[in-house]
């Protein structure tokens, strides 16, 4: 059974990304982060930065773009790191609520107890 993007042809790949291997040690991609394009495919694009741009016009997870290009999460990563660097997509990690403090937990649980 094959695996989509894992099966590919190593060349194939290394082409992609330009015999790349990894994204740069400050990169900001994980599996979550929200990508968003800032500006659309220019003609002469690589076929996968363009498609990357398309489907992150509104904020999409990194996991998800892996997903539909059938890449790799990392050759993904190197990807938009490209797209990053040139000023086509803009990253974020989504929001997260935060945690209320512990104290002000229990004086919850307290005051639900006295009821």
Do not use: W
Not at 9 to 26: E, F, H, K, Q, W
Not at 59 to 85: G, N, Q
């Amino acid at each position: 059974m094959s695996r989509p993007g894992r099966d590919d042809a190593p060349d194939r790949l290394y082409t992609v990304t330009g015999g790349r291997s990894r994204s740069g040690p400050d990169s900001p991609f994980d599996l979550v982060t929200l990508v968003v394009a800032e500006s659309g495919p220019r003609p002469g694009m690589q076929s996968e930065h363009v498609a990357i741009l398309k489907m992150t016009e509104r904020p999409t997870a990194v996991v998800e773009v892996a997903a539909e290009l059938r890449l790799p999460v990392s050759i993904t990563k190197i990807l938009l790191s490209d797209l990053l660097a040139a000023g086509r997509v803009s990253a974020r990690h989504p929001y997260t609520t935060a945690v209320p403090r512990p104290d002000l937990l229990e004086q919850v649980l307290v005051g639900l107890r006295n009821l």
